[in-house]
């Protein structure tokens, strides 16, 4: 028989848990990647440049000022540079042979591990879901965003101190059994190409060719079944992620191997739903690492711009939000893909595990960028407003021995924020990657246009046609509506300043230097300002915030999440939710600080953000609301 298991429940029977069935080999695995049909897929007929309409900054001349954002920054940068080093690398050297100063960290960093003898015949005993290149790559993209030099070094000694445990055959895991050979692999990479990329490090580059000859020489071909088991955890996971840092390794080194690599773990049975169908067929798998797969669809059409890479992400985009997205932006409870039959306002009657936050987050994060850029739609930028309020900003922080934040619970009947049962899971390695990326979604760039994807209290360094414009944006947001830039260019110039103007929200209003300003402000676009600008010219935007209720799914209208602009509310209680639904206006009042909204028929209870919520505070998010 079959069990199935999110990693938590795998992670535990690894650990030695009783009581687990014997579990059988899939009845059928797929025919092995990289066939000549596969090949011939990827690179038929001529590559065709991308179109591309918007460019990220790429962690550099964004800086964050003082508020809710830098905050996290500055904590999760303390965290991960207050690791010791011989800490992180105590099972690549005791793997190696080497001395091994310092204590090895607990859970899933932690090296060999003994099995139930059911798994015996898989071999399966070792490290899980190391995440040692995720901190590397978040390292890296930290170091750059923020001038910090300090973490640099951290993230090149680390990398080097691994490289002297790497076997002449180019064996590099923490372990002599890792379970998840492909997932490590493929996070590595990742790593590898950040600190060549981001970090300045050369040595990057030939350390990356050597683990890849070994894989591509050692990594098994064939496609395992995506349905989310014990039996597919342990077979070496998430090869269909592999190609998106693949492809990055080829555009920045130019070498056709790791193209060639990538083209092997195209997922294109899975991507060909999103364009064959508008309902596809993808309940039950794994919600996480099948939005993560979208990534790598998207470098597929970067690399060789192929429309039906582009078709699929665009897709695949309105399906999830169509269908599997909460209030938050969150998706994937108990680590799954939901039916669109009411299975997501099911979802929230019994699952602790509503969203896999700083993996899920992840995801999202990169396939709003991709989608930004090769799309230039403003409305992406909804869903990464909504991550960074109601799901990384609203985890908790890293802190302890690696006690990490894994799943949101959005149970009608109340949760509370807690940390994961095992230390440094797999969201310990995406939590620092999603920090980082705060800076490299804010602004975005064209030739004669600067973008405010965020309303952050911030500062960006633009060269615009040879001349060099400063952005300075000061706001309280979300606390506050409005939101000031600061125009500083070195010298008069014309160009575009547009920002987004989200779907929530209706009247928008600009004043350009204390005076009105009138504008096309249409929610879902872009709203530009079209000037000669000058040395400190300023810049107010009001973007009205309204209540407003979030059904979960179309088949529970009643069953809701209060929101407030892009920010999701909690009650602080487990009392029922009385409302007038056609007037929010008259069920609420302020309360006494930013933010806090009092019930009027229930004066003693008030819906504060989900972010605000601490460690084991008691909280609602849906309720099921009367008529």
């Not at 979208?294 to 309105?318: C, Q, W």
Request: hydrophobic share 35%; aromatic share 14%.
């Amino acid at each position: 028989m079959k069990t199935e298991s999110n990693r938590r429940e795998f992670i535990k029977v690894v650990a030695g848990a009783a009581g687990v069935p014997q579990l059988l080999r899939p009845a059928r695995e797929a025919s092995p990647v990289g066939s000549s049909t596969e090949k011939a897929t990827a690179q038929s007929g001529s590559v065709i440049p991308p179109k591309i309409f918007l460019e990220a900054f790429d962690y550099e001349n964004v800086r964050l000022n003082d508020g809710m954002l830098k905050s996290q920054v500055d904590q999760t940068r303390d965290f991960y540079f207050g690791m010791p080093d011989d800490d992180i690398l105590f099972g690549f050297r005791k793997r190696a042979g080497l001395p091994t100063p310092g204590n090895e960290f607990e859970g899933w960093y932690g090296g060999d591990r003994e099995v139930p003898d059911q798994f015996k015949d898989w071999d399966q005993r070792g490290d899980v879901y190391n995440v040692f290149g995720q901190w590397l790559s978040g390292m890296a993209r930290l170091s750059k965003a923020t001038n910090d030099t300090a973490l640099r070094n951290k993230a090149a000694t680390l990398m080097n101190e691994w490289a002297k445990t790497i076997e002449p055959g180019g064996y590099f895991y923490y372990s002599r059994h890792p379970i998840t050979q492909h997932y490590i692999y493929e996070k590595m990479v990742g790593g590898l190409v950040d600190l060549y990329a981001y970090a300045g490090c050369a040595e990057a580059i030939p350390l990356l060719e050597k683990i890849t000859d070994y894989a591509i020489a050692n990594l098994d071909r064939t496609r395992k079944p995506c349905a989310p088991t014990v039996a597919d955890w342990a077979s070496g996971t998430e090869w269909y992620t592999l190609p998106e840092n693949l492809y990055r390794a080829y555009q920045l080194t130019g070498n056709t191997k790791y193209r060639n690599f990538a083209d092997l773990w195209l997922y294109t049975t899975y991507w060909r739903k999103f364009n064959e169908s508008s309902s596809p067929d993808i309940a039950g798998i794994h919600a996480y690492s099948h939005c993560n797969t979208f990534s790598s669809a998207a470098m597929a059409y970067a690399v060789y711009g192929a429309p039906k890479y582009l078709r699929t992400i665009v897709n695949a985009y309105d399906y999830f939000e169509r269908t599997q997205f909460y209030a938050t932006g969150g998706y994937g409870p108990g680590e799954k893909l939901q039916a669109p039959d009411g299975s997501l306002g099911r979802s929230v009657e019994s699952k602790a595990a509503t969203f896999e936050t700083p993996c899920g987050t992840w995801a999202g994060f990169k396939l709003t960028r991709y989608l930004l850029r090769f799309t230039g739609g403003a409305k992406y930028g909804d869903w990464a407003e909504k991550l960074v309020y109601n799901g990384i900003g609203a985890a908790l922080p890293m802190t302890g021995r690696g006690d990490t934040f894994y799943y949101s619970d959005y149970r009608l009947g109340g949760g509370r924020k807690v940390f994961h049962g095992e230390k440094f899971p797999c969201c310990s390695g995406t939590y620092v990657q999603n920090i980082a990326d705060y800076h490299n979604l804010i602004y975005f760039k064209d030739a004669d246009s600067l973008y405010v994807n965020l309303f952050v209290p911030s500062f960006v360094t633009w060269n615009c046609d040879g001349t060099e414009v400063i952005v300075e944006q000061e706001t309280a947001y979300p606390e506050s509506d409005t939101t000031t830039f600061t125009i500083r260019p070195s010298r008069s110039a014309n160009f575009n300043l547009k920002f987004r103007v989200p779907r929530w929200t209706h009247g928008v209003t600009v004043e350009v230097n204390g005076s009105p300003h009138n504008i096309v402000a249409v929610p879902g676009t872009w709203a530009a300002l079209n000037r000669k600008w000058n040395a400190g010219d300023r810049v107010s935007v009001k973007i009205p915030m309204q209540l407003a209720l979030a059904p979960i799914d179309p088949q529970h209208p009643k069953r809701v999440a209060v929101m407030y602009g892009p920010i999701v509310l909690v009650r602080d209680d487990r009392t029922q939710l009385v409302l007038d639904t056609r007037d929010l206006g008259r069920s609420f009042s302020s309360g006494t600080r930013s933010l806090e909204f009092v019930l009027v028929a229930q004066p003693r209870s008030a819906m504060v953000p989900f972010f605000e919520m601490g460690y084991q505070q008691p909280y609602t998010m849906y309720f099921d609301v009367n008529a």
